[in-house]
């Protein structure tokens, strides 16, 4: 059986690819099977929201993680059963792990002499993250009511229209994008902003009106602290390209 951060990668992959090749009635039947289990459906949405979860006290984050790795343990047994159907339907696949989701998933197993080093590295890393500062950009977008599933492949102009499917050139790029190894996006994602950064730069440089100066600051600004994910690559190649 697959644990939980694993599950929830193998099914992101899955709606991704159903989206991209407009398979419309797979991505309703995934939504559905996310919703059907109320704590599965919790655990999904908790492992979510962690990435973005800031604790500025360190013992706090301490504290935390002491309380959820309780938790987690107890809502993991109640979706065992469930997670077994959904391994079948989800099945492992050579994608790349998001490490915070590793780490919660060593919480949820269970305490043996063979694991006490690599739950006590796990929780230390989690707390690492959850005191680390992190840049959140708010979006404007409706989403779907679970709302954050598709935000790494979906460009604002579809998120308030699902009828309105990518054309071929755009399914092309988005393959390419979520094919691509935790090096190669880190790289690019480096690249794209300063390409970005230049192109702006150049602009503002040229520009006289005072008006127009201040909208290019604002976009280089939001495009300097978006944060590394496929999701946001996604967005900057789309504006790199429309500059």
Known sequence: MSKIGTLKINILHNLT?????????????????????RDFRELYLFYEEIENVYLEDKE????????????LKEKVQKVGKYCKELTKKFPEENIDSVEVYSLLDTLTE???????????????????HLTKNKEITESTNEYTSNEHLLHFVLAERFNNNFEKMLSEDEKTKLSEILSMSSEDLKNGFETLKEEIDGKIGEMMLTEEEEDVKNKLDNVLKEARQLPMTKYNYYKLQQLRNGL
Do not use: M
């Open 60 to 71: 706090l984050a301490k504290l935390y993680v002491e309380n959820v790795e309780r938790l």
């Open 110 to 128: 269970n305490d043996s002499l063979k694991n006490v080093d690599k739950k006590i590295i796990a929780r230390r890393k989690l707390v690492e």
């Open 17 to 37: 690819e159903s989206y991209i090749a407009g398979d419309k009635k797979n991505v309703k039947d995934i939504f559905n099977l996310i919703r059907e289990n």
